[in-house]
């Protein structure tokens, strides 16, 4: 089984601060992790994402997650938000689970960017 | 490679009827994934086809169903329609590569049931 928990419904800041979006997971089997970004009417597109290897995950639009096995965490971190950052942010989580590759996704945070 | 297409993107239908959704994939991708989205309910799994077989499936009615055709096409049909299926209905495809689990999504049919 798996699962996902974003922190925070909705995250504000101001432009040019950095963006810290929480994510928390839990599998019975080694994880794949993903970032999704969704702008108003349309799909998800990956930002980035973490199967083996390098822990520290470079994504696209100058995004990057860490992947902490021990505090089971896959946070999603920009140093400088700009004003089209603004979207719903989405973690998911996979793993071949019964054979089963089809991801888990959080409930979502919409990432605010204030002026 | 063109992404993931759906059609039609808006769809206005009455309670009761019933509505089918396309989806086309990546080329080369033989599997394609439907997921529901609400704001209450979030991203939820409906199924997911490869190679003309339904593979998984999610914990939705038997009034929503799925096929997947030899190209890889797939349509979903939701029967019946109610008013709590008023969503963005999601197609995603994915590759058979290592990367099988990374999944590409279309911009979503956006479903009203009046």
């Known amino acids: 089984a798996q699962s996902v928990t974003q922190l925070g419904s909705h995250v504000s800041v101001s432009e040019g601060a950095l963006v810290l979006l929480r994510c928390n997971y839990s599998?019975?089997?080694?994880?794949?992790l993903f970032w999704y970004v969704q702008y108003p009417n349309q799909g998800l597109q990956l930002l980035l994402k973490?199967?083996?290897?390098?822990?520290l995950v470079k994504g696209i639009n100058g995004f990057e997650a860490e992947f902490k096995k021990s505090e089971t965490s896959f946070h999603l971190t920009k140093p400088s938000a700009h004003m089209s950052d603004a979207a719903e942010y989405f973690c998911?989580?996979?793993?071949?689970?019964?054979?089963?590759?089809?991801?888990?996704f959080g409930r979502g945070t919409s990432l605010i960017v204030h002026p | 490679k063109a992404g993931v297409t759906q059609t039609p993107r808006y769809l206005i239908k009455t309670r009761g009827q019933q509505v089918t959704l396309s989806c086309s994939p990546i080329?080369?991708?033989?599997?394609v994934s439907w997921y529901q989205q609400t704001p209450g309910q979030g991203l939820q799994f409906l199924f997911e086809?490869?190679?003309?077989?339904?593979?998984n499936k999610g914990n939705f009615p038997g009034r929503f169903s799925g096929r997947q055709f030899s190209n890889s096409r797939s349509e979903m049909n939701v029967s019946t329609l109610e008013l709590g299926d008023s969503a963005l209905y999601l197609c995603?495809?994915?590759?058979?590569?290592?990367?099988?689990?990374?999944?590409?999504f279309g911009p979503g049919t956006r479903l009203t049931v009046t």
């Open positions: 995603a495809s994915s590759s058979t590569g290592s990367d099988s689990y990374e999944q590409y």
């Open positions: 599998s019975s089997v080694p994880p794949y």
């Open positions: 973490y199967t083996t290897g390098a822990t």
């Open positions: 998911a989580v996979s793993g071949a689970s019964g054979g089963s590759y089809i991801p888990t």
């Open positions: 080329s080369g991708h033989r599997s």
């Open positions: 086809y490869f190679s003309e077989t339904q593979r």
